[in-house]
């Protein structure tokens, strides 16, 4: 991308030149989600060169080596790959939470407990796992709920126990035997219910989820440069045929994956609505 000519108009093959770039950066830590979302928006919007050239400024180039920095890395203990980072030891950040004809939450960067209580009457919780540190490689999750409802949501990886018992209620097994992945903590949800359940649910982030999204997008492009070449290297309408078959499948997979990534968001939504009316009119701990 050069800023000799910044009125120059830009092409597509420029802003998916840049949009790599940022998805090389997220990938590495560069960028958080919330920078990689605005860049990523102002790409498609841009123009011309002098729109995109700000975009990646303090980022490495494809094929530029960044500078080393040297620096001594403690040993990481028991887990590999991320989830070493993610189990801190120490105390958590919050151990109990209590919703009594209210509700209470439990999310974003947090750091789990040993043991974290909740208790719920005529109420409910939530108790989100997805972006939270550990402090130890099993942890519990203690749920109390009376006439009300509890829910677990952890990310993919964890390897989650369910143990409570439940009278005129229950607790949601469904998670249950998935192997956890090598260095993942274990979480243990018990409890007891009655008029009321735990449901323990395992999700992707938003973040996470528009990783994926932006990955399948840029799949699609490739096999539609990968089309293009078939499609000339063809001079009998078999090609063409062939090209508009794929063009139909990606163009379904592409709504549904659309609609199910518009569900997801709309739940998350509605579930954040409810919880600050819940906390408005009641009050949460």
């Not at 009125?7 to 950066?25: C, G, K």
Request: proline letters at 5%.
């Amino acid at each position: 991308m050069t800023e000799d000519l910044p009125e120059l108009r830009a092409s597509d093959a420029d802003r998916e030149q840049v949009s790599e770039v940022l998805r090389d950066a997220l990938a590495e830590g560069r960028l958080d989600m919330e920078e990689f979302e605005e860049r990523l928006e102002a790409t498609y919007k841009a123009r011309t060169y002098g729109e995109l050239a700000p975009i990646t400024r303090d980022l490495p180039s494809p094929g530029v080596t960044p500078p080393v920095v040297n620096m001594v890395k403690q040993p990481a203990g028991s887990g590999t790959g991320a989830w070493a980072d993610r189990i801190v030891g120490g105390e958590g950040s919050s151990e109990w939470g209590v919703a009594i004809m209210a509700g209470f939450q439990r999310k974003g960067r947090w750091t789990m407990p040993k043991r974290f209580n909740s208790f719920a009457f005529w109420g409910g919780g939530e108790i989100d796992l997805r972006e939270a540190y550990f402090a130890d490689r099993e942890v519990v999750v203690n749920c109390v709920a009376i006439m009300g409802g509890m829910n677990v949501v952890v990310p993919p990886g964890v390897e989650v126990v369910v143990r409570g018992i439940g009278i005129m209620g229950g607790f949601d097994h469904r998670e249950e035997g998935v192997p956890g992945e090598p260095g993942a903590p274990r979480v243990i949800v018990t409890g007891f219910a009655f008029w009321g359940g735990v449901g323990v649910e395992r999700k992707l982030t938003r973040a996470e989820r528009l990783r994926l999204k932006e990955e399948r997008r840029q799949e699609k492009l490739e096999r539609r440069e990968a089309r293009k070449e078939l499609q000339g290297s063809r001079s009998d309408g078999l090609g063409d045929a062939f090209d508009a078959l794929e063009e139909a499948r990606d163009m379904v997979r592409e709504r549904r994956e659309d609609r199910r990534d518009r569900d997801e968001e709309r739940r998350e939504r509605h579930q954040a609505r409810r919880d600050e009316r819940h906390r408005r009119r009641h009050g949460g701990h």
